[in-house]
């Protein structure tokens, strides 16, 4: 299956730093990116949609002046954790759609977030 | 809108033998697609096997199968030769159907596997 990267695996921050998380589809092209957060022993939930080149749509809840997505490639994206606070310590996940595809998207190793 | 639903919050197995996993869905549309995703305690999700809703037969993979009910709107995963290496955090999920929108998974099924 195609490969998607994350970058980095884990990090540690101190509140009020911002952080940004990168996601790669190394040999497909994405014109559709998922970001998901998983809290320790629960299903994944979606963060934001992001299609390149145009702004992100953020789920109810999320706020998205803490959470920059910016999606200005077709194989790059990034989320970035502004102002972070303890209780943005969570495992980001990042997953590819490729163009035209409806059946399988492909996900990130993840990005484990701690916030001191 | 579509939910996803397994009611099994975790589950064992000993080596070898078969378990099933039960995911239920609901939905009004009529294209759409559901897939079981592996996450092992690496926590990379990996999928293990999918199904088109407009296929009636119903999907395997090797030791995985799937027992597709569309009526019923239940999508259960059966694991046949239980390994060591299947334990792990099992997710059922939807699709509507020609979109590149998002997936919806349940809350998921820890499987354990005794030796």
């Known amino acids: 299956g195609a490969v998607v990267s994350q970058h980095p695996s884990w990090v540690i921050c101190k509140s009020g730093t911002s952080v940004k998380i990168e996601c790669r589809s190394l040999d497909f092209q994405a014109t559709t990116m998922f970001w998901y957060r998983q809290f320790p022993k629960q299903s994944l939930m979606l963060m934001a949609t992001s299609n390149e080149g145009s702004k992100a749509t953020y789920e109810q809840g999320v706020e998205k002046d803490k959470f920059l997505i910016n999606h200005a490639s077709l194989t790059l994206s990034t989320l970035t954790v502004t102002s972070a606070h303890p209780e943005d310590s969570s495992f980001y996940i990042c997953?590819?759609?490729?163009?035209?595809?409806?059946?399988?998207?492909?996900f990130g190793p993840g990005t484990r977030l701690t916030v001191l | 809108a579509q939910t996803v639903t397994q009611s099994q919050p975790e589950m064992s197995v000993q080596e070898a033998e078969t378990v099933t996993l039960s995911c239920t869905y609901d939905t009004s549309e009529s294209d759409y697609y559901l897939f079981w995703y592996k996450q092992p305690p690496s926590r990379q999700m990996i999928l293990v096997i999918r199904q088109e809703a407009y296929k009636q037969q119903n999907a395997t993979e090797n030791r995985f199968s799937v027992n597709f009910q569309k009526a019923a709107k239940s999508f259960s995963l059966k694991i046949s030769d239980s390994q060591l290496g299947d334990a792990a955090m099992y997710f059922c999920?939807?699709?509507?159907?020609?979109?590149?929108?998002?997936?919806?998974f349940g809350k998921g099924t820890k499987l354990s596997v005794k030796p």
């Open positions: 999920a939807y699709r509507r159907g020609g979109s590149q929108g998002n997936l919806i």
């Open positions: 997953s590819g759609l490729p163009l035209s595809s409806y059946n399988e998207q492909f």
